[in-house]
Structures are given as structure tokens and as C-alpha cells.
T-cell receptor, first 114, second 116 residues
Framework: ETGVTQTPRHLVMGMTNKKSLKCEQH?????MYWYKQSAKKPLELMFV???????ENNSVPSRFSPECPNSSHLFLHLHTLQPEDSALYLC?????????????FGPGTRLTVL | AQKITQTQPGMFVQEKEAVTLDCTYD???????LFWYKQPSSGEMIFLIY??????QNATEGRYSLNFQKARKSANLVISASQLGDSAMYFC?????????????FGSGTRLLVRP
């Protein structure tokens, strides 16, 4: 595997379900990010982990819970979501000390909440 | 506060012609980076080109070039010789340092459709 992978690619869940999104990066980066992309809205940064420590939480509701067990893996735990949480969830990674700090994105998880 | 603006929700271009996608930004930081990403219908964000705020020359990557006008705070993407595979959403983004890490904010995107 190369780059940034995300599983599952598609997820349909009810409002009472608990599920987790997984992201894995194979680039040796030290920072990982969760973004939410809703229809007709700019990409919204949700969480940032730098060196496995959360450094950003952009007023995200507590029904979204991130976890970064090591520098290569990032999870987003979901529980009691709302239909308006349906969106594309993108994971990205970067090397925070790099010049361009280019973020490499995964293919995303398309989430539908019924 | 940092802000990225893309004013073209959608654009058409004829195959083999050049097209310019607009992006303006706002920041008071002297050090920042500007990125363009392409998002095809598959959803993946693909990095295209980067311009640092201190770079003297405009960035170029193959058919992509970034028209960086610092005084006007614009960073337009120019795609030369458009191809059908260029049809996608294009996002301009700005990187800045805050709270011990780099952040990236995105514009609302421009949907480009290349006509055969």
C-alpha cells in the first residue's frame, strides 16, 4: 500500500449506530488530519494530530471522536450521528517540517446517515 | 483571519485551450503557502502545485502554472492545453502556522468542464 488509504469507502448508518472510519498513511509523515466535505460547502478541517497529539479541534460535536494511536493511523469514531452529518470525510497527512507541507489526501469515506 | 475565495463556481473550456481559475486570499502573516488541488468525481484530492509566499518565481508543474500576484493577494491556476481528464473540481488552499502546527483552509472550489 502506498500513500493514504481510508476504509471503508462508503458507509451507511442509522442515527443510533456506532461506527469508525480508519485512515492509514504509508508516507512517514508526522501529522494527520480529518476533513469534512459537505455538498456545496468548502472543505472543513475537523481535527489535526501532530506527533500523535491533537492540536486542533474545530468546534466539532462530541458525536465525532478522533483517535491517533500512532503516527501512521488515524480513526474517527462516530456515534449517534445526525442526517446532516452525511458527507465525504477525507483524511490527509503531511510532514510538518517540510517546506511545502503538502497534504496528501486519502480517497475519502462517503458517509450517509439515515 | 485567513480566508480563501474562489469566485467561479463553474467554468467551461474547450479541449486544447488554456483556462484560468481564480483564487484570492487574505492573511496578515508574511509566511504562507498556496496550493491547488484537483478533485475528480472519485473524491480523492490530488495535489497539483504549490507557491510559497517568499518564492520569487511563479510555480510551474507540467501543464499547470500558478500566476502569483502577491500585492493583489491572488494565486490563479492556469491550465494549458486542457484535456478531457481535467474535468473536475479545483480547490485553492492556503497553509499557515497556528497553534503548533500547519493548517490548511480551502476555497469553495471551481467545477471545470472540458468540452471535446
Amino acid at each position: 500500500e502506498t500513500g493514504v488509504t481510508q476504509t471503508p469507502r462508503h458507509l451507511v448508518m442509522g442515527m443510533t449506530n456506532k461506527k469508525s472510519l480508519k485512515c492509514e498513511q504509508h508516507l512517514g509523515h508526522n501529522a494527520m488530519y480529518w476533513y469534512k466535505q459537505s455538498a456545496k460547502k468548502p472543505l472543513e478541517l475537523m481535527f489535526v494530530y501532530s506527533l500523535e497529539e491533537r492540536v486542533e479541534n474545530n468546534s466539532v460535536p462530541s458525536r465525532f471522536s478522533p483517535e491517533c494511536p500512532n503516527s501512521s493511523h488515524l480513526f474517527l469514531h462516530l456515534h449517534t450521528l445526525q442526517p446532516e452529518d452525511s458527507a465525504l470525510y477525507l483524511c490527509a497527512s503531511s510532514q510538518d517540517r517540510g517546506r511545502a507541507n503538502e497534504q496528501f489526501f486519502g480517497p475519502g469515506t462517503r458517509l450517509t446517515v439515515l | 483571519a485567513q480566508k480563501i475565495t474562489q469566485t467561479q463556481p463553474g467554468m467551461f473550456v474547450q479541449e486544447k485551450e488554456a483556462v484560468t481559475l481564480d483564487c484570492t486570499y487574505d492573511t496578515s502573516d508574511p509566511s504562507y503557502g498556496l496550493f491547488w488541488y484537483k478533485q475528480p468525481s472519485s473524491g480523492e484530492m490530488i495535489f497539483l502545485i504549490y507557491q510559497g509566499s517568499y518564492d520569487q518565481q511563479n510555480a510551474t508543474e507540467g501543464r499547470y502554472s500558478l500566476n502569483f500576484q502577491k500585492a493583489r493577494k491572488s494565486a490563479n491556476l492556469v491550465i494549458s492545453a486542457s484535456q478531457l481528464g481535467d474535468s473536475a473540481m479545483y480547490f485553492c488552499a492556503m497553509r499557515f502556522w497556528m497553534d503548533s502546527s500547519y493548517k490548511l483552509i480551502f476555497g469553495s472550489g471551481t467545477r471545470l468542464l472540458v468540452r471535446p
